[in-house]
């Protein structure tokens, strides 16, 4: 599948950079200006252990729910007081690179949001080795199918992905949803510190475990298929892409861009550029009920009701 550069008419900037500093600006622990790369990286882990420990200890839940045969084909839903038969749903993908991470560890948002009144669903899906790109794509859909199928009557579906977990929610955008017999009530993505074009991580030490080839690349990277189907837009889904102050130059750029191919096909797509945080605080702080993130989140949501 031949598909032109970074898509907005000019050779795009990483294919100026040696691999050296490919590996650098793709490297998001490199850039945390508060911590260590190694401390901030525990930190992270330590943090989303500990909100969905406390998730799973405080909130009414749902765990380890089925959305398909295979083992890793599982989410978990955390409900609001009160919950209604019309939930609205706040779905998290977590990030690590398509290669790390687990739905076990990424709770964080639950007590700000469902304390709100939202429901949260975690999803897990299957990492590599064992699991590939396409593989992890069709899991994610199919997840969302699920939560539709099982609660026809939600008031919303909110998308948010991490990272590598906002380049699966990304390719959402790009769904044939009839192949699933459900159109889900999808109101909003929210896209944090993600990837969008693939190529440059084919040139790092990332590709070692994913083991993508170039055409796996541009088949999925939702930046480069957006620019070249012009899929129509669902104009009442909105999309939020989101990056932090300290995130790599290259991140950023990414977030620009795949702003800039939204807004060029028509989606409604706005950007945020978070101050003060890196790629680990944008959702850590999500444990935070008066973090600026999670009242973006709040503001969105509440404002279609």
């Known amino acids: 599948m031949a598909v032109q550069g970074a898509g907005l008419g000019e050779e795009a900037p990483w294919k100026k950079m040696s691999k050296e500093e490919l590996e650098i600006q793709y490297s998001p622990s490199r850039w945390v200006v508060r911590l260590g790369a190694e401390e901030a990286l525990r930190t992270y882990s330590q943090t989303g252990t500990q909100a969905t420990t406390q998730a799973r200890a405080t909130r009414r839940s749902l765990l380890h729910v089925p959305y398909g045969d ?10 609001p007081d009160g919950v209604s038969e019309a939930p609205i749903f706040f779905v998290f993908v977590h990030g690590g690179y398509w290669q790390s991470g687990s739905k076990n560890t990424s709770a964080f948002m639950v007590d700000p949001l469902t304390t709100q009144g939202m429901a949260v669903a975690v999803v897990g899906y299957d990492i590599a080795p064992r699991g590939t790109l396409d593989l992890m794509i069709d899991q994610v859909t199919r ?16 998308l948010c992905g991490h990272s590598a977990g906002a380049h699966l929610a990304a390719m959402m955008l790009l769904t044939n949803w009839t192949e699933h017999r459900v159109v889900p009530n999808l109101k909003g993505l929210f896209l944090l510190s993600g990837i969008y074009d693939l190529e440059p991580i084919l040139h790092t030490s990332e590709n070692d475990a994913l083991l993508l080839t170039l055409e796996d690349a541009q088949r999925n990277s939702p930046q480069l298929r957006l620019q070249a189907a012009r899929v129509p837009p669902a104009a009442a889904l909105r999309t939020l892409v989101i990056v932090g102050q300290h995130d790599s130059p290259e991140f950023q750029r990414q977030s620009r861009e795949f702003l800039q191919v939204l807004c060029r096909a028509g989606w409604q797509a706005t950007f945020e550029e978070l101050p003060d945080v890196d790629h680990f605080e944008i959702i850590e702080n999500l444990t935070q009920k008066d973090y600026v993130l999670t009242q973006i989140i709040l503001r969105t949501v509440f404002q279609e009701f």
Request: aromatic fraction near 20%; glycine fraction near 12%.
């Open 70 to 79: 295979g083992d890793g084909e599982k989410l978990d839903i955390y409900f």
């Open 143 to 158: 997840s969302v199918a699920f939560l539709q199928k099982q609660y026809p009557s939600n008031q919303g579906i909110y």
